[in-house]
């Protein structure tokens, strides 16, 4: 019997079109006059791509460090020939089906690199103007560079053990269980990513047998009359006020986050009602204007145009610098309100989750419905709130917003 043909090339798939009109490299294996594809977990821009070479040009700049990408594709491209031929060696090549082959291929993938892959997503991400996301992921590399001390190493080398030994690093430095978790849930998203981009298989999955940890923290909600103190604090300096303004803002939206009420335009005020996008989940959002949020937003939107952000936050038209404006702010922000905290004699620690939190214990407290707003305002419970606030019409709503905002 012949034995089977075969052969491996480095080839641009301009069939499919990423982000930025780039497309995906791929290895396409030949057996026997049909093909099937493999991804190399990489894109380029098609007039980057030597074809004839089956490289990417060293004028890209997008991937970091094109000469070592080009020699880790060769070294794939060599891994997959050797594959095949201890298939056609053992007799399986001709037997075995295309999936099954891939599977064997996928198996001993061993070199995509962990810290290059997840600089990838950090890029995807940025690209699609996901910065709060990019910034969760960029936080997973540095932690996971330190680990390692910035050695690249195969993202299929993380398995249970390294997991362990990952934890145990984390944990050394004083850092928290849920500071963990954060992190690992980011990890095993990559992993569920590579999988999915067939840069790993199924049974390369390392959280199988490692379940991600949490501890439950304190309460950050605080009392009405701790709120009723705040209400009535009297600043002594603009960034105290702004601290007081934003915290009641928060308040009198329905505990909306920091980012949400600094991005808030004048356009998102509609005749008697704020209207708007959660930044976080995209979910519409429709709060009636109460009289003492009015009176808070009139200090910051006179002379202002419908496309001007209500607040002095945000300067830059740019995404990424708007981040940043927004972050650094809420560093003031909560250093702010931990200065208010003490002068109020509020014992618990304040921050800007304090009035997230603080909404929705009030609104428990005060008798209403579960089915309109659930007990604490966790990732978890917010979408399951969110799902019953959705069910009911404003003015239901609404008639429990004002018990709650009147303190």
């Known amino acids: 019997m012949s034995k089977s043909k075969y052969s491996v090339s480095i080839v641009l ?16 294996i030949i057996i026997n006059r049909k093909s099937f594809h493999i991804s190399a977990g990489f894109n380029v821009e098609a007039s980057y791509w030597l074809e004839v070479k089956q490289q990417i040009s060293t004028r890209y700049t997008l991937l970091g460090n094109v000469t070592r990408l080009n020699n880790f594709l060769q070294r794939e491209k060599s891994r997959i020939l050797d594959k095949l031929l201890e298939l056609q060696e053992s007799g399986k090549l001709d037997r075995l089906s295309f999936p099954v082959i891939k599977q064997l291929i996928l198996q001993k993938s061993a070199e995509t690199l962990t810290l290059h892959y997840i600089s990838l997503i950090i890029k995807d991400l940025e690209d699609a103007k996901k910065f709060g996301n990019a910034k969760v992921y960029t936080t997973l590399l540095r932690s996971i560079s330190d680990f390692v001390s910035k050695k690249e190493f195969p993202l299929n080398q993380i398995n249970y053990r ?17 500071g963990l978790g954060i992190k690992l849930r980011t990890l095993r998203a990559v992993i569920n990513q590579a999988i999915k981009t067939e840069k790993l298989t199924q049974d390369m999955y390392a959280f199988k047998d ?42 009198y939206l329905m505990g909306a986050s920091f980012v949400d009420i600094a991005m808030l335009k004048i356009k998102n005020i509609i005749q008697d009602r704020i209207e708007y ?31 001007e952000y209500i607040l002095n936050v945000v300067k830059s038209i740019d995404p990424k610098i708007q981040l940043k404006q ?17 002068i109020c004699e509020i014992e618990s620690s304040i921050s800007s989750y304090v009035a997230r ?43 429990y917003h004002e018990m709650v905002i009147d303190l």
Do not use: M
């Open 13 to 28: 798939d301009t069939r499919s079109i990423k982000t930025n009109n780039a497309h995906p490299i791929k290895f396409r």
């Open 162 to 178: 390294w997991l362990k030994k990952y934890e145990i690093w984390y944990l050394s430095k004083g850092n928290s269980i849920n």
């Open 210 to 251: 490692y379940p991600i940890k949490h501890e439950e923290t304190r309460k950050r909600a605080i009392s009405r009359e701790d709120l009723i103190k705040i209400l009535h604090f009297e600043p002594k300096t603009q960034r105290q006020t702004r601290a007081k303004d934003y915290f009641l803002i928060s308040f």
């Open 277 to 307: 996008k959660r930044q976080k989940t995209g979910k519409l959002h429709s709060i009636p204007l109460s009289k003492p949020l009015i009176e808070i937003i009139d200090k910051y939107r006179n002379g202002k145009k419908d496309n």
């Open 326 to 342: 927004i972050s650094d702010e809420l560093r003031r922000y909560n250093k702010s309100l931990k200065e208010i905290g003490k």
């Open 357 to 399: 939190h603080s909404y929705a214990t009030s609104a428990k407290k005060l008798g209403v419905p579960i089915s309109v707003i659930s007990e604490s305002l966790g990732h978890n419970t917010e979408k399951t709130t969110q799902i019953y606030l959705d069910s009911f019409e404003n003015d239901v709503v609404d008639k």
